[in-house]
């Protein structure tokens, strides 16, 4: 029988340490359900309900885990009840010391979610709880193996890039930062750590309007760049702003805009050759001009709906509402001007050959669109979404022209992933009226 609004507190100790604490909200049987990939970024004050709801939708009903190192139950009725998307269950583990973090209950429980949530708190102590143990590989194994929806906020947000500020010798300020892009406080962790796929060359960071901290954002960029030779890229959100990135990488933007001005932040190293910052080394302040266009950034507004959308595939393209701007810093002092949209492409190599595998006929469309596959192809699956991420059509291609009914989409964008023989990729669709 179901255990409908069943709550259990586990509280286990060891003989050196406190182990680690579970709160459950639901039922106690594991399900498995359909889930949709996906990540929440969240800016690290109070969650956006619209874009939590997006998080638990992609768990098609199944099992939420939180876990965090500090705190208590905070999410359980909130994710269980209040936001109206019926799931599972919702487990928020605490793992506060290094050994409860090594208990293989976490693991487990980590592995069967359909959903996991990193909340905020210290990313130092999620670095050196969870890193190279058993957590790490679970998270990693939800990410590449169940493809399942992650996220976090503040600390939990921070840990999700290829790269991630660790804090592991405290904070840093945005002056700090500039002044000094190699002192002690400028930890920064790259490719050993949770490096989601979807945020390759990414490093994020959170509360961007309270305190100011673009400037340390773009000292975590000129070190990458300087560190590692790669273009470094940034996502960013101001407090009270959510990213929701899809599985085809556009990243929708949630928040209180216009009645509030909450914003996320897209930055990336200027792709022209020699992109490096002039002077980033020990003892002096930071010099990273580029002719004024050292980092371009697309200021993206959130809205309730999450309509606002960035590409993170090509790092160019959106559906508007935001803004492009240049940033560079000058002996320690960032400077911020207007920009046009950067022309360069960093991914999305295989374009040309993907146009020979999938033409698309009409394109803008308005009762009905053909998908011409060529014979490599046959008997994959189709699928269709809208621009919040939700599948609203999906079938497998049994022949070379699929047809598609669209007569009762609503005018508008989408996209379509063909997922089949080792590969996938996906295409935008126009629909009008």
Known sequence: ????????????????????????TGDT??????????????????????????????????DIVVIRASGSDGYNDYLYSDLGVTVNSVETILTASYNSAQEPYVAQQIRRAEALWIAGGDQGKYVQYWKNGPVEDAIKYLIHTKKAVVGGTSAGMAVLGEAYFSALNGSVTSAQALAAPYNSRMTIGYADFLDHPDLQHVITDTHYDDPDRRGRHVGFLARMTQDYGFRALGIACEEYTAVCIDTFGWAHVYGGFPSDQDYAYFLQADCVPDYAPEICSAGQPLHWVRGQQAVRVFKAEGRSNGQVAFNIRDWQSSTGGGIWQRWWVENGTMLVAAADAPNCVTSLPDAENEHSILRISPNPARSQVQLMLNDSMLHAEVAVYDLQGNIIHRQNAENAVVTLNCQNWPAGMYFIRINGKGRSFSRKIVVTD
Not at 1 to 24: I, P
Not at 31 to 53: C, H, K, P, S, W
């Open 29 to 62: 049987s594991d399900v498995n359900t359909t889930t949709e990939g996906g990540i929440v970024l969240m800016g690290g004050a109070t969650e956006d309900d619209n874009a939590m709801r997006w998080f638990l939708q992609r768990s098609g009903g199944g």
């Open 1 to 24: 029988m179901r255990l409908l609004l069943f709550c259990l507190l586990f509280a286990r100790f060891s003989a050196n340490a406190q182990s680690y604490v579970s709160y459950f």
